[in-house]
């Protein structure tokens, strides 16, 4: 199985700045991970996938990079409805998907 | 537009049986992979099985093989989660997504959830 690591676990940050969330697979998974952002009570939405690609509907600030084994989700300038819990997964050994662990985007 | 709207959660005692539906609208279900993903409570997600368009494939996280069946009734626009010898380590949130593109992989759509609680 690929194991997902996430860090941090928690980022705290004002509205404006810029985050920097990890994401690292416990071997290659080439660019075959996505990202997903969810809010309290509500379910997961996904963000970016295949490493950089943005999904519909989703603004620019935020964005994917990466490849093997390390990966970065960066949003540009934190707005409000950012903060969340941030999730990445991988579909590179299909079709035992597994997600990383989450790391919670706190208002500072 | 585009929803998937789960149903059948509820509270079962240990080695019980529960099955869930999903039911989509806003596209050709017939044409996409769909999933099942759940979240225990205060933790993350964990995939749970996924099914090909046209049903003929079926994968299980190892977690629940032998004990759930993914199936769909394309006719009727409805994906099934059927639960069987559950667990108190079934206890979830359970979503059911809408597979991305043609290998399905990622998922692009999202219901609400259905809540499953296994306890005596």
């Known amino acids: 199985e690929i194991v997902l690591t996430q860090s941090p676990a928690t980022l705290s940050l004002s509205p404006g700045e810029r985050a920097t969330l990890s994401c690292r697979a416990s071997?290659?998974?080439?660019?075959?991970l996505a990202w997903y952002q969810q809010k309290p009570g509500q379910a997961p939405r996904l963000l970016i996938y295949d490493a950089s690609n943005r999904a519909t509907g989703i603004p620019a600030r935020f964005s994917g990079s990466g490849s093997g084994t390390d990966f970065t989700l960066t949003i540009s300038s934190l707005e409000p409805e950012d903060f969340a819990v941030y999730y990445c997964?991988?579909?590179?050994?299909?079709?035992?998907?597994?997600f990383g662990q989450g790391t919670k985007l706190e208002i500072k | 537009q585009v929803q998937l709207v789960e149903s059948g959660g509820g509270v079962v005692q240990p080695g019980g049986s529960l099955r869930l539906s999903c039911a989509a609208s806003?596209?050709?279900?017939?044409?996409?992979?769909m999933h099942w993903v759940r979240q225990a409570p205060g933790k993350g997600l964990e995939w749970v099985a996924f099914?090909?368009?046209?049903?003929?494939?079926?994968y299980y996280a190892d977690s629940v093989k032998g004990r759930f069946t993914i199936s769909r009734d394309n006719s009727k626009n409805t994906l099934y989660l059927q639960m069987n010898s559950l667990r108190a380590e079934d206890t979830a949130v359970y979503y059911c997504a809408k597979g991305l593109g043609p290998r399905g992989a990622y998922m692009d759509v999202w219901g609400k959830g259905t809540t499953v609680t296994v306890s005596s």
């Open positions: 806003g596209f050709t279900f017939s044409s996409y992979g």
């Open positions: 997964q991988q579909r590179s050994n299909w079709p035992r998907y597994t």
């Open positions: 099914i090909r368009y046209d049903g003929s494939n079926k």
């Open positions: 071997q290659s998974v080439s660019s075959y």
